[in-house]
């Protein structure tokens, strides 16, 4: 928060402002083993390749100073789509699922999603008056660890005729 008169303080970062948009076209493999009870684990490894078709954007925050002038105190130039080319994710999956009366199903699964690329990568500069010029480079990768837990329709019908 830059020494002025009023608050600039905000919650919302840059890349929050700007619609991000990607294509992602996955393709994933399943392995499962059925116990006894019906209720099954599973296995999933597969690979994604994604695109973005936007283009690099610059933001800038200015505070007015006291001669009543706009000075920029934080410029950020971000690249969210891998300098237009397309990149690869690969990810592996691996949870358990209960089968349900209906023979819907029930899962949760451990996920994890890596990839290589820096798809997004940014420069930033702070230039606050009577402090020094800060500087540097930022980039996301993208890769991730999470849980999901899903709810599948086997569409299943019970009905016999």
Do not use: M
């Amino acid at each position: 928060d830059p020494p002025t008169g009023s608050d600039l303080t905000s919650n919302r970062a840059a890349s929050r402002e700007k619609d991000l948009f990607y294509i992602k076209l996955p393709v994933e493999l399943e392995r499962k083993w059925i116990t006894n009870s019906g209720r099954f684990w599973n296995l999933n490894a597969g690979i994604s390749i994604l695109f973005s078709p936007q283009s690099d954007f610059e933001t800038e925050y200015a505070i007015f100073l006291s001669n009543g002038q706009a000075k920029d105190f934080l410029i950020i130039n971000q690249n969210n789509n891998n300098n237009g080319k397309p990149w690869l994710n690969y990810h592996l999956a691996g949870g358990y699922s209960w089968l349900l009366p209906k023979k819907n199903i029930i899962r949760a699964n451990l996920k994890v999603n890596f990839s290589f690329t820096e798809f997004g990568s940014a420069t930033y500069r702070f230039d606050i008056p009577s402090q020094p010029i800060s500087e540097g480079q930022y980039g996301v990768t993208g890769s991730f660890i999470g849980l999901s837990l899903s709810y599948i329709f086997s569409g299943h019908n019970s009905s016999t005729r």
